[in-house]
């Protein structure tokens, strides 16, 4: 009943003459419930968490405005606590999402880096056979002159799969 009012805080003086609680088994038996003060707990998001209350196995009179606003403010901070913990539990969910992403980028790298080994050093040698050699290019035979472009074609495809497959494509 406490929850269905948030931001008041519901009190009974004695439970057995109030008639949402006369029947209760907490208040016709163990624990003998006279008394119920409860302030809901009311999330930064609105939900209704439940309630802090006060309770005894005697009746007693009506709190004072003071002692209720004492027990919101208790409620308010148990909230608060409890709204620190959900965001620490969010924040660490968002670090190991992070974590995860960056093992996962870096896995991706390294096979990059692996399967573009070969490719580049190819790419590399061809490169430094035809600015090192003392023979001008067309004066080559034109197999060798062949073989040499089909191989770096072959290369620079394989590594446009490289940088489509690192891209997730």
Known sequence: HAIDAPGRVLEVTDAREDPRFANNPLVTGEPHIRYYAGAPLVSDKGFVLGTLCVIDRAPRPPMSDDDRALLQDLAACV???????????????????????????????DRLAHETKSPLSSILGYSALLLTSKQPLQLRPKRRRQGCLESRKESSHHLWGQRRVARGI
């Open 79 to 109: 909230v608060s606590e409890l709204n620190q913990h959900r965001r620490r539990i969010e924040q660490s969910v968002t670090l190991s999402a992070a974590r995860n992403l960056a093992e996962l980028t870096r896995r991706r790298l």
